[in-house]
């Protein structure tokens, strides 16, 4: 099937009618007009990042999208299985995942349930985004998951008017390989534009078993009118990926970097049997939208989207020794003896739609423009948890056992009216308010087993938020090379589906509240440009991990009353020739919980459980934010030939709030390194070979890791007791690629 819509797209791109010059250009015009609500421009006093085309194209050469974003100022990524392909993940000033609003041609793209995105499910998107922007902080208002720490605004590749195409494909270290082919048919018959995108990606993973099988395509159709543009979009991607989730111990990592404990096996005396094939995380999402822009005159234009994605997946485990009855299953016979502990396999399932409407209204006139938007989204999801095997039991068990199902209905409304005023030249006042609704049910049973009443624990959560986001700043640019701006923002976020389950009898946390002080100055120049930006997020209500456990052991997370993130970016771009650059960031903060009281669990030598104590800090280290992220990106073009030479430090940074320098990880610089040859056939648009040699001085670290305090009390005297797991990350690697574009 895959060949033959190439096929077809390839055999459009040979015969289609050129439209005449100024039709393309109308073409380009709305495009550009297209999908603005949720951006930046360049008088906005917001901090962001903008990544071109090029750039996109430059980095690309199979990692997911954290890494290709891993230089813009304040970003660290993650990476499960260690090489930057797979399970991998964002972090902005410190804001976890579900704290920065992801949206592409302005529909979301955050599961609106745990409010992440995972980009796994995205395989090789960057192959077919014209540009993104990152945005700092609340920035200004989007669809979707509240931005708490930042947002990532991406837009899809705009159509060529001419027709062509682009193939591309890569190996590297770790039996990784991407294979990409790309067409469009440039303009037919004055309207239509037509785009189609395959991706297949694989990795071994640097941890072992830690494999990856991803497949993508992305199709994109296109009609201009006289003054209005309509696009479909249909994107979708599959992937498989074996677990490397839990991490390994410091021993372990010292003895072999490599080790992946997920899927293990083990015999009744402890003996280790083998690893579970099947131990993997199996997804498909697929993604909808059609979008239109109609110039309803000079001043006046009207977008507007409906979109639609589904999603179908599940992930598999081998689990050893489990309670029978935390399945729902009864103990049996075996032997003369009762069976109440078996080794079984388990699936927990899950299957999701979202759908929605976006509209937007501007308004712009020489010294003033507006926007007026407004969203509607609908998510409902089910979760249910099956057992497909159990060793040696005897009794019912086909075709499947089910032993828990919940739903999950999330309805989210918004609407919001930004404008930007210049009333004298050289100054612009920025002003954005929104409104966001939000009505989150689940109900049926969670995945948990509650000893206590001998079932699995119910759910039934009704909740309501209301949020007013107000934001406003002044931009002013008193020369052509100077630029100062300051704004204050306001940003809600509501708790996640994890927030609801894990509570039971605790209460769930309140929704969180963030005022975000942000102010910079830009001086621009052709030879040299920098910036600073001074920022303080002030959070009301901020959740996060204490410890503390509900009534079946499940670890929660609670509001905090008072906490900050407070730092300076700076960048700074140096050009002295025409083909030497060199660009650089660094952010240094600081970021606290004011008041913070850390749950640790307490056992006695023979590890019983005897109950929890807690311990007091103040003005205690956010967890997972390092004071210091720096980059520094030194490229050099020589005709056809380019080097482009990457280093990035990350400070230490603890994973707990609790500041214990046990459970910390150590800070690293990592420097990568692309080699690239760039030729022009006269039957072709252009051939690039590009070689990537990551972590060029094999350097040993770790990017992420779980830390655990407990106590132990023997006899009176209570001990601290430690535990955590890392993600090592590969030592030097590389990736070769090679792209030809006709």
Not at 96 to 109: A, H, Y
Not at 129 to 156: L, P
Not at 159 to 175: C, D, K, Q
Not at 504 to 526: C, F, N, Q
Request: proline share 4%; hydrophobic share 35%; net charge neutral.
């Amino acid at each position: 099937m895959k060949k033959f819509l190439l096929t077809v797209v390839l055999s459009g791109g040979c015969f289609c009618l050129f439209s005449q010059k100024e039709d393309s250009v109308k073409v380009l015009q709305m495009q550009e007009v297209a999908v603005t609500a949720t951006r930046a421009g360049s008088a906005t006093p917001l901090a962001f990042s903008q990544i071109d085309k090029n750039q996109i194209d430059g980095r690309n050469t199979g990692q997911d999208m954290p890494y290709l974003l891993l230089t813009t100022p304040s970003v660290v990524a993650t990476s499960d299985a260690g090489n930057g392909i797979g399970y991998t993940a964002i972090r902005l000033r410190g804001s976890d995942p579900s704290r920065i609003n992801v949206t592409l041609n302005g529909v979301p793209m955050n599961d609106p349930e745990s409010q992440t995105v995972f980009w796994v499910n995205l395989p090789d998107l960057a192959s077919s985004v014209e540009d993104i922007q990152v945005q700092r902080g609340v920035g200004g208002s989007t669809n979707g998951a509240g931005a708490f720490g930042g947002s990532i605004n991406m837009q899809s590749e705009k159509l060529s008017p001419r027709a062509g195409g682009e193939l591309s494909g890569g190996v590297g270290s770790y039996g990784t390989y991407r294979r990409m082919i790309k067409a469009n048919t440039g303009i037919l018959g004055n309207h239509w534009n037509l785009y189609l995108r395959l991706s297949d990606l694989h990795s071994d993973g640097y941890v072992r078993r830690a494999s990856t099988d991803m497949s993508s395509y992305f199709a994109q159709v296109e009609y201009a009118g006289k003054d209005f543009l309509l696009r479909a979009v249909n994107f979708a991607g599959k992937e498989k990926t074996y677990h490397a989730w839990d991490g390994i111990d410091a021993q372990q990592m010292a003895l072999d970097r490599r080790y992946n404990p997920s899927g293990l096996m083990l015999g009744a005396a402890g003996d280790t049997l083998g690893y579970y094939k099947d131990q993997t995380d199996n997804y498909v999402q697929n993604n909808s939208q059609l979008y239109g822009v109609f110039r309803l005159s000079p001043q006046w234009t009207l977008d507007a989207t409906l979109h639609y994605t589904r999603g179908d997946g599940y992930y598999e485990e081998y689990k050893n020794g489990r309670k029978l009855l935390e399945y729902g299953l009864q103990p049996y016979s075996a032997g003369g003896s009762t069976v109440k502990k078996s080794n079984l396999i388990r699936r927990k399932n899950m299957g999701n739609d979202l759908y929605g409407a976006i509209a937007t209204l501007g308004y712009a006139v020489r010294h003033f423009d507006m926007k007026f938007g407004a969203s509607a989204n609908r998510y409902d999801g089910d979760h249910f948890g099956q057992v497909i095997w159990v060793e040696n039991y005897q009794g019912p068990l086909l075709p499947l056992h089910e032993y828990y199902r919940s739903a999950s209905i999330k309805d989210d409304g918004m609407i919001y009216l930004k404008a930007n005023l210049a009333p004298v030249e050289k100054l612009n006042l920025y002003g954005d308010v929104q409104y966001r609704s939000i009505h989150h049910t689940i109900t049926g049973l969670n995945s948990t087993w509650d000893s206590a009443s001998s079932a699995m624990q119910p759910l039934d959560v009704h909740r309501r938020y209301n949020f007013f986001n107000p934001k406003g700043g002044v931009f002013y640019s008193p020369g052509g090379r100077h630029q100062i701006y300051a704004s204050v923002s306001v940003g809600h976020k509501e708790p996640s589906r994890n927030n609801f389950t894990d509570a039971t009898d605790i209460s769930a946390p309140l929704a969180e509240r963030m005022v975000d002080y942000e102010a910079g100055y830009h001086l621009l120049g052709k030879v040299f440009a920098a910036g600073v930006n001074l920022y303080y997020m002030d959070y009301k209500d901020q959740i996060v991990l204490t410890g503390r456990t509900n009534d079946i052991g499940e670890p929660i997370a609670e509001n905090v009353d008072r906490s900050y993130r407070a730092g300076i970016e700076l960048t700074a771009t140096v050009r002295p020739w025409h083909w030497l650059r060199w660009d650089a960031n660094a952010t240094f903060s600081r970021n606290r919980i004011k008041d913070y009281t850390e749950y640790f669990d307490i056992y006695d030598p023979a590890y019983d459980y005897l109950g929890q104590g807690q311990e007091h800090f103040s003005d205690t280290p956010i967890a997972y934010s390092p004071e210091v992220i720096a980059n520094s990106v030194i490229s050099a073009a020589f005709g056809s030939f380019g080097a482009t030479f990457t280093s990035s430090y990350v400070g230490s940074q603890y994973m707990t709030n609790t500041g214990y320098s046990t459970l910390k990880l150590g800070s690293y610089f990592v420097n990568n390194l692309q080699l690239s040859y760039s030729f022009r056939p006269r039957s072709l648009q252009g051939i690039r070979l590009a070689l990537n040699i990551n972590n060029l001085f094999n350097t040993m670290y770790v990017n992420n890791g779980w830390g655990y305090h407990s106590a132990l009390d023997n006899g009176g005297a209570v001990s601290n007791d430690f535990s955590a797991g890392y993600f090592p990350q590969a030592g030097t690697n590389v990736l070769l690629n090679a792209t030809v574009r006709f």
